[in-house]
């Protein structure tokens, strides 16, 4: 039996990168029953500790790494925690670009503009500060822009497409080719878009058209 007081395997942070932090898991530990066995109990798993990552913890020790979870009124880093199943499995196949797009996205967009929950915590337990408010209404700003006007939203992000080729910025690409598909572009629609913007850019746009089509191939897959 491990000397450690927390048995079971360790779970890597390439495990539950898939996953917004925090997240609720089923974790066993040795103090979670009347008899001091091994059971399992309900944290909120609050971010991965690198190994050697100064962590404030006065009994625990940070040079193992470990998760930093919060659960029965503490905040506590277990080095050697054993997830209950429902947790990713190793054998989950890896995120296609697409999936990894909107994961990110959708993990940072809580990140910047979500409540407390959604933010995360310091080492220390304070709540990470999310954006400002200039922050938030540059964001409504920028989503009331494509909404449907004296020109339709379709039209509208077909000219974001163009421009965000023409400025070579990929997040930018893949969010409006995402956007076009579900508004029901045609493929030759989005096409010509890219045309105008190799006419207006150049060739060293053609780099940001191949990763434009291939998201444009995985987007159709996925809706």
């Not at 008899?35 to 909120?44: I, Q, S, V």
């Not at 922050?135 to 009331?144: I, N, P």
Request: proline share 7%; with cysteine; charged share 30%.
């Amino acid at each position: 039996m491990s000397d450690d007081p927390l048995h079971g395997r360790l779970i890597k942070p390439i495990e539950i990168a898939d996953r917004r932090l925090p997240f609720h898991a089923t974790i066993t530990t040795p103090t979670t029953d009347d008899l001091g066995r091994c059971a399992p109990a309900r944290f909120l798993v609050e971010r991965v500790v690198p190994k050697d990552h100064r962590v404030r913890d006065g009994h625990l020790d940070p040079s193992k790494g470990g998760l930093l979870v919060r659960g029965m009124g503490q905040l506590r880093l277990l080095h050697n925690p054993s997830i209950a199943p429902h947790a990713p499995r190793p054998n989950t196949p890896p995120m296609d670009r697409y999936e990894q797009f909107q994961a990110y996205r959708t993990k940072m967009n809580a990140r910047i503009l979500g409540e407390d929950g959604e933010r995360g915590v310091h080492p220390d337990g304070s709540t990470r500060c999310g954006g400002t408010l200039v922050t938030k209404r540059f964001f409504a700003l920028d989503g009331k822009t494509y909404d449907d006007g004296a020109l339709s939203a379709k039209t509208k992000e077909l000219l974001g497409l163009v421009a965000s080729a023409v400025l070579r910025c990929d997040d930018c690409i893949a969010y409006h080719v995402d956007r076009c598909v579900a508004l029901g572009c045609s493929d030759e629609e989005i096409w010509e878009s890219f045309d105008v913007a190799l006419v207006v850019g150049g060739s060293i746009v053609i780099p940001h058209l191949r990763r434009g089509v291939e998201f444009l191939d995985l987007a159709r897959k996925h809706r």
